[in-house]
């Protein structure tokens, strides 16, 4: 959430910082309703003075007189009922007018960051780097033949038990996945991150705190009757697991890797990826998030990278790291790094994790502060998958095919799983 003192004292600022996003935003509206709060402030705090004053004016003219009911005692009395009757009128009307404007400014995306670069949409990406060996041979086969072929999963039949979009998996299938969630969550835990699991039914107040409310409502399942949705994303309930708190200062930066399942609708992608564990509605992933000192956030940004990073480095999978442009960062987003993993049979890179540095933006939404030479400060939280573990799955089956239709597995991995190769049973 953006600064209301900001949006009132800077509304061109505002309006500049969020058209690098690539569109134009007129905020005039939002910025009527900040001055008109600041001025009911002015005024509440106006009658709260002089009622104070004439209340100590009251008690000094009982004091004095014999007759508590004089008539100038009495005119003083019906004049603080009247300023208390004004300040609960303003009150109440400030009620209104601070729910009004919260509605308005949880409509309104971060800042992008000044390093970021500046493009409409993915086009404009900038690539960092690259790292491995991209596999590039004829006959290659996609990882839902491969897994087709050796029984890992299924697709066909879930769309009885659920609809389309949703998958099972089998043998080797379920023990990959399986084998894939703890080896990231050993990995992650040894790097000085603590583990949780937490629940996947999630309210709207968490989904409004990290940013996935009220803008992408069709994109979640929602439980209308218990006022609860589907976690798209462990990064929702680790926000929410510190909201309304003043953290420490000196437990910072807190830094927390959770296994979840995460369910989207993927509103407005039907017909891409159609086939396979690309884009499904339910998966499993292992986020990463952090708490930090807002005067180190830039270099949590490079380390919860590196940590995604390190997962693919581990499994020996190729990938390429991209600097995100301001038109495609996402909502909550200041400045973003995507992992992308390349997948020999489309030859492309894809996007594999998402690390992204939201500044204050979620802990404003949340109310998630710490102190620093007796102020409170709201704190940054970054957040990236470490990593998505399907498409983990879907890069190391076609990265590691084998001409006589066996899989090899990453050594890493290996203990894990416990054996070298994927074969037909």
């Given at each position: 959430?953006?600064?209301?003192?900001l949006?009132?004292?800077?509304p061109?600022s505002?309006?500049e910082?969020?058209s690098?996003?690539?569109?134009?935003?007129n905020?005039?509206?939002i910025?009527e309703?900040?001055?008109?709060k600041?001025?009911?402030?002015?005024?509440?705090s106006?009658?709260?003075?002089?009622s104070?004053?004439l209340?100590?004016?009251?008690?000094q003219?009982i004091?004095?007189s014999?007759?508590?009911?004089?008539?100038?005692?009495?005119e003083?009395?019906?004049?603080?009922?009247?300023?208390?009757?004004?300040?609960?009128?303003?009150?109440?009307?400030?009620r209104?007018?601070?729910?009004?404007?919260?509605?308005?400014i949880?409509s309104l995306p971060?800042f992008p960051?000044k390093?970021a670069p500046?493009?409409?949409?993915?086009?404009?990406?900038?690539?960092?780097?690259t790292?491995?060996d991209?596999?590039k041979k004829?006959?290659?086969k996609?990882?839902?033949e491969i897994?087709?072929?050796?029984?890992l999963?299924?697709?066909?039949?879930?769309?009885?038990?659920s609809k389309?979009?949703?998958?099972?998996?089998?043998?080797?299938?379920a023990?990959?996945e399986?084998?894939?969630?703890n080896?990231?969550l050993?990995i992650h835990?040894?790097?000085?991150?603590?583990e949780?699991?937490?629940p996947?039914?999630?309210?709207s107040?968490?989904l409004?705190?990290?940013?996935?409310l009220?803008?992408f409502?069709?994109?979640?399942?929602n439980?209308s009757n218990?006022d609860?949705?589907l976690?798209?994303t462990?990064e929702?309930?680790?926000?929410?697991f510190?909201k309304?708190?003043i953290?420490?200062?000196?437990?910072?930066p807190?830094?927390?890797?959770a296994?979840?399942?995460c369910?989207?609708r993927e509103a407005?992608s039907?017909g891409?990826?159609?086939?396979?564990?690309?884009?499904l509605h339910q998966?499993?992933k292992v986020?990463l998030?952090?708490?930090?000192?807002p005067c180190?956030s830039l270099e949590?940004?490079?380390?919860?990278?590196?940590?995604?990073e390190?997962?693919?480095?581990?499994?020996?999978?190729p990938?390429?790291l991209?600097?995100?442009c301001t038109?495609d960062?996402?909502f909550?987003s200041?400045?973003?790094?995507?992992?992308?993993?390349?997948l020999?049979?489309?030859n492309s890179?894809r996007?594999?994790?998402?690390?992204?540095?939201c500044?204050?933006?979620?802990a404003r939404?949340?109310s998630?502060r710490?102190?620093t030479?007796?102020k409170n400060q709201y704190?940054?939280?970054?957040?990236g998958?470490?990593l998505?573990?399907?498409?983990?799955?879907?890069?190391?089956l076609?990265?590691g095919q084998?001409?006589?239709g066996s899989?090899k597995l990453?050594?890493?991995?290996?203990?894990y799983?416990g054996?070298n190769?994927?074969?037909?049973?």
């Amino acid at each position: 959430m953006l600064d209301q003192k900001l949006i009132r004292e800077n509304p061109s600022s505002v309006e500049e910082n969020l058209s690098l996003r690539g569109k134009v935003f007129n905020i005039s509206h939002i910025h009527e309703l900040t001055v008109k709060k600041k001025e009911i402030d002015i005024e509440i705090s106006n009658l709260q003075s002089e009622s104070k004053k004439l209340s100590k004016l009251i008690g000094q003219e009982i004091s004095k007189s014999l007759n508590n009911n004089s008539q100038e005692i009495n005119e003083l009395k019906n004049k603080g009922n009247k300023y208390r009757t004004r300040i609960s009128e303003f009150e109440e009307e400030k009620r209104i007018l601070d729910n009004n404007l919260y509605k308005e400014i949880l409509s309104l995306p971060n800042f992008p960051s000044k390093d970021a670069p500046i493009g409409e949409d993915e086009n404009n990406n900038v690539v960092i780097k690259t790292w491995g060996d991209p596999l590039k041979k004829g006959n290659l086969k996609s990882h839902w033949e491969i897994g087709e072929r050796l029984n890992l999963f299924d697709s066909t039949k879930s769309t009885k038990i659920s609809k389309s979009r949703f998958i099972t998996l089998i043998g080797n299938g379920a023990k990959l996945e399986r084998a894939l969630i703890n080896f990231m969550l050993d990995i992650h835990t040894k790097n000085g991150y603590l583990e949780l699991i937490p629940p996947a039914l999630v309210n709207s107040e968490s989904l409004q705190g990290s940013g996935q409310l009220p803008k992408f409502s069709k994109e979640s399942f929602n439980c209308s009757n218990d006022d609860l949705w589907l976690s798209p994303t462990a990064e929702v309930p680790l926000t929410a697991f510190h909201k309304n708190e003043i953290i420490d200062f000196k437990l910072l930066p807190i830094k927390y890797v959770a296994y979840s399942p995460c369910f989207r609708r993927e509103a407005g992608s039907y017909g891409r990826d159609t086939k396979g564990l690309i884009r499904l509605h339910q998966f499993n992933k292992v986020e990463l998030y952090w708490f930090c000192d807002p005067c180190k956030s830039l270099e949590a940004h490079k380390s919860i990278t590196s940590d995604a990073e390190s997962i693919l480095k581990k499994l020996n999978l190729p990938y390429r790291l991209v600097d995100i442009c301001t038109g495609d960062l996402g909502f909550s987003s200041s400045r973003t790094f995507d992992l992308e993993v390349w997948l020999p049979s489309s030859n492309s890179y894809r996007e594999i994790s998402s690390c992204s540095n939201c500044l204050d933006f979620q802990a404003r939404r949340s109310s998630i502060r710490t102190k620093t030479n007796k102020k409170n400060q709201y704190i940054h939280t970054l957040n990236g998958s470490g990593l998505a573990i399907g498409r983990t799955m879907a890069a190391i089956l076609e990265n590691g095919q084998q001409t006589d239709g066996s899989v090899k597995l990453p050594d890493a991995l290996v203990p894990y799983f416990g054996s070298n190769f994927i074969k037909t049973t």
